[in-house]
């Protein structure tokens, strides 16, 4: 079945405790993004990438890094997770440009 | 820079009600646009899209009509579901693979 898998689903942790965000898609997609989603703002993009070794930022990429090292995988990584990053973050990845972009489940995380 | 307003939520209906969702754009070029579903617990899933001036897109009984004179894409099903209860969000795309979103618009429908 295609999909794009996000791991954990639920995460709390504390301040400054660094944590990595899965993602992986069996597509063979080029294209993957990271999202956060908070009320009353919608979806903004915080890291994408066009293929293996080429990411760059979106909207809101202060305080996440990201790789690509191989194509089906993605990872966000909070060095440093402050409250402000308490977040719903959806993966999303697609074939090509202005094709359908398929999203995971979401993963909510909590900072305190 | 590019931009998604979209009708603020949340609306509430009755079953077999008319739907519209109004959605307009900013954006240099000539974007695809998207509407996408959330249905509760889950990710966004791709609901229609129209990628050129004047197109139509549809998928389960909605549509959306790419207006490039009015930088619009309104959402609308002539007659909605329980089972339409979902957040929906237009988006737009202009190149890079960037997705630039609305707000979402929280849909209930009541029997």
């Known amino acids: 079945e295609a999909q794009v898998t996000q791991n954990p689903r639920y995460l709390i942790t504390v301040t400054g405790k660094k944590l990595t965000v899965t993602c992986s898609q069996n597509m063979n997609h080029e294209y993957m993004s990271w999202y956060r989603q908070d009320p009353g703002l919608g979806l903004r993009q915080i890291y994408y990438s066009m293929n293996v070794e080429v990411t760059d930022k979106g909207d809101v990429p202060e305080g996440y890094k990201v790789s690509r090292k191989e194509k089906r995988n993605f990872p966000l990584i909070l060095e440093s997770p402050s409250p402000n990053q308490t977040s719903l973050y959806f993966c999303a990845s697609s074939f090509a440009l202005n094709t359908e972009a398929f999203f995971g489940q979401g993963t909510r995380l909590t900072v305190v | 820079g590019d931009s998604v307003t979209q009708m603020e939520g949340p609306v509430t209906l009755s079953e077999e009600a008319f739907l519209t969702i109004n959605c307009t754009y900013t954006?240099?070029?000539?974007?695809?646009l998207f509407w996408y579903v959330q249905y509760p617990g889950e990710g966004l899933q791709l609901l229609l899209k129209a990628t050129k001036a004047d197109d139509k897109g549809s998928n389960k009984g909605f549509e959306a009509t790419y207006r490039k004179e009015t930088t619009s894409f309104h959402l609308e099903k002539g007659s909605v579901q329980v089972s339409d209860s979902a957040v929906y969000f237009c988006a737009i795309q202009t190149g890079a693979n960037n997705l630039f979103f609305g707000t979402g618009t929280r849909l209930t429908v009541i029997p």
């Open positions: 954006a240099t070029g000539y974007p695809s």
